[in-house]
Nanobody, 119 residues
Framework: QVQLVESGGGLVQPGGSLRLSCAAS????????MGWYRQAPGKQRELVAA???????NYADSVKGRFTISRDNAKNTVYLQMDSLRPEDTAVYYC?????????????WGQGTQVTVSS
């Protein structure tokens, strides 16, 4: 069984930084694209950033220049470094990964971690 376990959320003041981590565990062949999504109250879940197995990245316009996604393939872990945080970044952040299990490419979600930006 594949699991994604997130960590690193919390409360931070505007302008501050947080680093989220998401580690995949279980039985699988390989991990393709990994990404971070967020969902604020009353809003739809949106893509924040994604990174392919080869290291190509893409970001939502709202976080470009402030957030950095990276991954450690040896540790099956993806990170999201969030700098210059704003109140509008407040949301539950979810990790997502496309993982090859046996002969199927499946999508998995983490449990979510709360990020609150407030003074």
């Amino acid at each position: 069984q594949v699991q994604l376990v997130e960590s690193g959320g919390g409360l931070v003041q505007p302008g501050g930084s947080l680093r989220l981590s998401c580690a995949a565990s279980g039985s699988f062949l390989t991990i393709n694209t990994m990404g971070w999504y967020r969902q604020a109250p009353g809003k739809q879940r949106e893509l924040v950033a994604a990174i392919t197995s080869g290291g190509s990245t893409n970001y939502a316009d709202s976080v470009k220049g402030r957030f950095t996604i990276s991954r450690d393939n040896a540790k099956n872990t993806v990170y999201l470094q969030m700098d210059s945080l704003r109140p509008e970044d407040t949301a539950v952040y979810y990790c997502h990964a496309e993982i090859v299990v046996l002969i199927s490419l499946l999508g998995f979600w983490g449990q979510g971690t709360q990020v609150t930006v407030s003074s």
